[in-house]
DNA sequence: GCTTCCAGTGGGAGCGCTCCCAAGCACGCC
DNA sequence: GGCGTGCTTGGGAGCGCTCCCACTGGAAGC
């Protein structure tokens, strides 16, 4: 039984023909539509295999207006930023959820000008059929261009100041504000706070959160000292606030890597991590496990978080009105703190 | 001057009657293709503003045989893997090429049969315009459908036991032999190994560059003692070695999570590093700067990879004929050796 | 003055699929 | 026995773009 030659391309014409069926019937087939008689799948099912046929995605797309691929776009000066595992575990959580809707993942770094042209050309043009926004600082163009898309948008993480239609987040406020409790159960008095970037909606929240248990507890809340998410940063923060207040006995950082950072200073300074200063972080990703000691920090559900966006991301695809979801953060209690 | 209302989607047609041309000379103009007067080249442009007119990629995909996406497509039960930072760092480099060559990103994480299956069916379909291939085990069924797809496919790092037509590669024989001399040069005598998983040809490779630079240097090597690139067995391994070597005065990890793990377990068994152990890792991703001490480590062009193979599947859709390219690795000397 | 040439132009045929619709046909019902 | 009724079926019109090709007219060549 002499397979068919396997030829560049078949089309569904093709396989019409040979299944002995007209084109609508050999469509209906494929896509298990009904009004088609057994006989006549088996066959177009037949042809199918003897040809190896597999649809052209893109002249399904014209036909049915839809891409089948959403896009994750990533904004941000610096590139290097998405090499932060964050995006990586966001990126798993995405791709498993879009994958069940048998959707496509495009990955947008929107870092230059050129790069946040193609974004904004890709949702003004349908060229997907729906898009992930993450990272969004103060004023970010991309902003705009989201209110301008011509396709559904979820949100990653609350861009600064406003609210969007639909998004996902992780409880910035009330992890900051447990990780600051828990320094303070601790018998913390002095606790100063490491921020990230306050021209993030992230930075800001979780600053809240540490002012908000530290009135709570009758303490007074240190100024923000702002880092930018960086080891380094986290250092010279640390540096800083020994040289300003030796008396310091705990740090709430805004995330791991400038826990990580504030450790190494604490560690170099001759003073000993947590018996003199405890220190809590913030994410719970690689760099907690790693650090000396193992860190004590805000576990947030980055997987889930990918997950959800695109599932919210689906269902608007659909026309479905989805809420927004906040997600629940929980304290991971290691060493340092 | 009343802006044209912005309808829902303006077509080539529209924009053509606009500006008063036919579509073709109007598609000629938005091509920036020759043949069009600079009047109607003008005109077109106006009617382009004036209706706020962005091309329907899908059509164009159609037309033109080429989707305008390339895809990167990362294999391995395990999805978490992925997190790893050398994949983020891999994918701004791929990003950065592909943009300039106005290519999308399009991720694949083949986990499950389900994704694999995805991954087959983007590839035989034309749904990209090609294929980067990356973290290919031993009889990955990967291997097969790269072989039947019908688009170009760059490797990134070999697969184990074959060399494919194009690939892009790090010199991990050169680089884990660097290491070990390195470690040689410095005195140490007993020097062993912690291998990564021996079914990936980036972990037999580093062996090898072991094992060769302990031959030598007239050494005996350590046999393959297998982690699989975790930090955990790292640790554990280190555990083994020291148990069943306790005279042991260097270890080459085959990468920086388990070279990590290794210095957790020699601090904890009460030894020093550098002193009493000297440890080498391998990649000088960002664990390598956070641990303690800081990790003496072959440093591999992370982002060059990424980058190279975006540029060869770029040459590759142009018809033309790249070849394969092995980029070289540095030794970045730290605390740890 | 008459070819020759070529930039400029628009008509029209696809690219490969979906989906609406009218037609065909075997039932079963009154 | 006439007439719905409902399942199958295939024709054909798109989806929005590219590109081949035939046609025009004015500049250049002899």
């Known amino acids: 039984m002499a397979e068919a030659a396997p030829r560049r391309h078949p089309t569904l014409d093709e396989v019409a023909e040979r299944a002995g069926v007209s084109r609508s019937v050999a469509s209906r087939a494929l896509n298990n539509a009904p009004h088609v008689s057994r006989a006549k799948r088996e066959a177009v099912e037949r042809a199918v295999r003897q040809l190896?046929?597999?649809?052209?995605?893109?002249?399904?797309?014209?036909?049915?207006?839809?891409?089948?691929?959403?896009?994750?776009?990533?904004?941000?000066?610096?590139?290097?930023?998405?090499?932060?595992?964050?995006?990586?575990?966001?990126?798993?959580g995405a791709s498993a959820a879009l994958d069940e809707a048998d959707l496509h993942l495009?990955?947008?770094?929107?870092?230059?000008?050129?790069?946040?042209?193609?974004?904004?050309?890709?949702?003004?043009?349908?060229g997907a059929d729906g898009v992930m926004l993450m990272a969004l600082r103060e004023d970010d163009p991309l902003t705009r261009m989201?209110?301008?898309?011509?396709?559904?948008v979820v949100f990653g993480g609350r861009p600064v100041g406003s609210a969007p239609r639909w998004y996902v987040d992780v409880d910035n406020v009330g992890g900051a504000r447990e990780a600051t409790e828990h320094l303070i159960s601790l018998?913390?008095?002095?606790?100063?706070?490491?921020?990230?970037?306050?021209?993030?909606e992230a930075g800001r929240a979780r600053y809240r959160g540490y002012r908000d248990a530290m009135l709570g507890a009758g303490l007074d809340p240190y100024p923000p000292l702002e880092g930018d998410f960086t080891e380094r940063s986290g250092a010279a923060a640390m540096a800083a606030l020994l040289a300003g207040h030796p008396d310091v006995d705990g740090v709430f950082a805004a995330n791991d890597n400038m826990a990580a950072g504030a450790l190494r200073t604490v560690r170099e300074a001759g003073r000993r991590?947590?018996?003199?200063?405890?220190?809590?972080?913030?994410?719970?990703?690689?760099?907690?496990?790693?650090?000396?000691?193992?860190?004590?920090t805000v576990h947030q559900p980055v997987e889930a978080l990918g997950r959800e966006m695109a599932r919210m991301l689906v269902a608007l695809v659909n026309g479905q009105d989805p809420t927004p979801l906040v997600l629940p953060t929980r304290l991971a209690v290691r060493a340092s703190a």
Chains 1, 2 share one sequence.
């Open 52 to 92: 190896g046929y597999v649809p052209n995605p893109t002249a399904r797309a014209l036909a049915t207006r839809q891409t089948g691929a959403a896009a994750l776009v990533v904004s941000g000066e610096d590139p290097s930023i998405f090499a932060d595992p964050f995006f990586a575990r966001v990126i798993v």
């Open 106 to 126: 495009m990955l947008c770094l929107a870092a230059s000008d050129r790069g946040r042209k193609r974004v904004e050309e890709l949702m003004r043009s349908r």
């Open 146 to 152: 989201a209110d301008e898309a011509q396709m559904p």
């Open 187 to 200: 018998g913390r008095r002095r606790v100063a706070v490491i921020c990230g970037r306050l021209d993030t």
């Open 273 to 296: 991590v947590p018996a003199d200063v405890a220190v809590v972080g913030f994410d719970d990703l690689m760099a907690a496990q790693i650090a000396d000691p193992p860190l004590t």
